[in-house]
């Protein structure tokens, strides 16, 4: 049609369409975001929901913060982060709220393994794939699992207890929360590394995941055992919370302290301070959950477990970035 015949209201749309395509290009110069733009065409925008068990813990925020910067790579991703407050009805209540808004798939990291088994299930059923990052569900109705071996870490924590103390002593083991998979695979696995040898655990207790937890148990062990060589904590947290009450009973410097995650801020940081004497790094798989919320969406096959690494970090390596557990 020729230019000069386009009627009044053909003048509108196309200069809507010019607005348009200028703001799209970054022409306006008043992008309020930084994202790239969204992608033009059919690519739809895939909603995510995101379940987090609490955020009062760092290693969560990080996990948080990971995932949002892998995503902030894909415009054509909405991530919608929901907080349990480490409750886990509430977390259920996050997985059915997900499955009725139809997201297109949905991540958790679960508090605990029974309880959010059958409502993970029920969102695969409706055909919304879930990946299940860091702590397990029971059976295997679930897209993916991503997440390091707490086997492994606990097996080469209970090694390295046994080089260090040359295979005696007296040990407090500080639990994570026991219906959690990594509580009992950091259990399992250290108990297999410490085996055959004089190592002896004179005080064990589900300090829960949890700072506050991990003092208050530390202080009955303290009160009861005249000698304690080292502390096994399944996190860093645990382990700085026995550390704080060895401390203040002005015991710190006769005990050893391990523990679990070694995020730069926290654990690296306690063994560079020489608070913890090693700690085993736990990676939120984050980014790689991200990675494969993409390929999911694609319609790609993906495999069923995704395995992490990890590393070991001791005050002889931390200047050196920690060395990986074979
Ligand atoms: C955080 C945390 C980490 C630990 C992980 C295990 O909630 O306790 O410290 O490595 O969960 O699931």
């Not at 919304?128 to 924590?157: E, H, W």
């Amino acid at each position: 049609m020729p230019l000069a015949i386009l009627s009044r209201r053909s003048w509108c749309a196309l200069g809507a369409v010019l607005l348009l395509t200028l703001l799209g290009s970054g022409g306006s110069g008043c992008r309020k975001s930084p994202r790239p733009a969204p992608p033009s065409g059919t690519d739809k925008v895939h909603t995510i929901g995101m379940s987090q068990c609490n955020l009062g813990e760092p290693w969560r925020v990080q996990m948080n913060a990971d995932l949002r910067a892998a995503s902030a790579q894909h415009p054509q991703l909405k991530l919608v982060f929901k907080d349990a407050q480490n409750d886990t009805l509430k977390q259920r209540a996050h997985v059915e709220e997900f499955v009725s808004a139809g997201v297109d798939l949905i991540i958790i990291s679960p508090k605990e393994a029974a309880p959010l088994t059958e409502p993970v299930a029920k969102a695969v059923a409706a055909g919304i794939p879930v990946i299940v990052l860091d702590r397990r569900l029971l059976g295997d109705k679930y897209t993916c699992f991503i997440g390091a071996d707490n086997k492994k870490i606990g097996r080469a924590a209970g090694e390295w207890v046994k080089r260090t103390l040359a295979g005696k002593g007296k040990v407090v083991e500080l639990k994570g929360l026991m219906t959690s998979t990594p509580g009992q695979d950091r259990h399992s696995g250290f108990r297999e590394g410490i085996a055959g040898f004089e190592l002896e655990v004179i005080f064990e207790a589900d300090m829960k995941w949890l700072e506050p937890d991990a003092r208050k148990e530390m202080e009955s062990a303290l009160a009861r055992f005249p000698k304690i060589d080292l502390v096994y904590a399944h996190n860093d947290p645990g382990a700085h919370g026995a550390y704080l009450a060895a401390q203040a009973a002005g015991r710190e410097k006769e005990i050893r302290f391990v523990g679990i995650d070694a995020l730069p801020q926290e654990g690296v940081a306690y063994v560079s301070q020489g608070i913890l004497d090693a700690t085993f790094q736990y990676p939120t798989g984050g980014t790689e959950a991200i990675d494969l919320a993409l390929k999911i969406l694609r319609g790609e096959t993906v495999l069923k477990e995704v395995t992490l690494g990890s590393r070991l970090f001791t005050k002889e390596n931390v200047a050196t970035g920690g060395q990986p557990l074979d």
